[in-house]
T-cell receptor, first 115, second 111 residues
């Protein structure tokens, strides 16, 4: 149990375009979902936390107008990178949790390359 | 903010060897998790361990919350154990609860 999927696994886009990444909890209801970013050979950095039906809470330094997060249901959250630039190239990972005090389960990640 | 440091940063082991990975954190935390990130980037939950000791096969973990550290033991290592090991601490409560990841230990197990 506790499987989280992400789609796509890999995406290449041109500078200036927008990209949407989906995160789904397949076998449980996720009241809370998280989005992380990981640069090569570095640790994971939390970008934002979203609770179903409410606005996402962004970490300091993360532009909420650039990284749009929608947690539309208890099994789906989306991250849209708007007007992507090469510096947005990174590995984006989502996680899902049944609630604040429960473990987080991670998706397989999405590798974004902006050319 | 809280600092989460892991040691060693890099580790090379021969297959069959044992190892201990350490996670130190600078403040009190509500919980702690250990993860293995495989070479394809997938994070795999190993342990959810706020305190005490847990074992799962060749892996075990111990957290001493009062002294602000956790240890991950890997016994009889295999090449499939290669990857990066992260500890992550849980800060905050309720909807403000979130994970802060450590610096990671990169493990390579050779034949």
């Amino acid at each position: 149990g506790a499987v989280v999927s992400q789609h796509p696994s890999r995406v290449i886009c041109k500078s200036g375009t927008s990209v949407k990444i989906e995160c789904r909890s397949l076998d449980f209801q996720a009241t809370t979902m998280f989005w992380y970013r990981q640069f090569p050979k570095q640790s994971l950095m939390l970008m934002a936390t979203s609770n179903e039906g409410s606005k996402a809470t962004y970490e300091q330094g993360v532009e909420k107008d650039k990284f749009l997060i929608n947690h539309a249901s208890l099994t789906l959250s989306t991250l849209t990178v708007t007007s992507a630039h090469p510096e947005d190239s990174s590995f984006y990972i989502c996680s899902a949790s049944r609630g604040a005090f429960y473990e987080q389960y991670f998706g397989p990640g999405t590798r974004l390359t902006v050319t | 903010g809280i600092q989460v440091e892991q040691s060693p940063p890099d580790l090379i082991l021969q297959e069959g060897a044992n190892s201990t990975l350490r996670c130190n954190f600078s403040d009190s935390v509500n919980n702690l998790q250990w993860f293995h990130q495989n070479p394809w980037g997938q994070l795999i939950n190993l342990f959810y361990i706020p305190s005490g000791t847990k074992q799962n096969g060749r892996l075990s973990a111990t957290t001493v919350a009062t002294e602000r550290y956790s240890l991950l033991y890997i016994s009889s290592s295999q090449t499939t154990d290669s990857g990066v090991y992260f500890c992550a601490v849980v800060l905050g409560t309720g909807t403000a609860s979130k994970l802060t990841f450590g610096t990671g230990t990169r493990l390579q197990v050779t034949l």
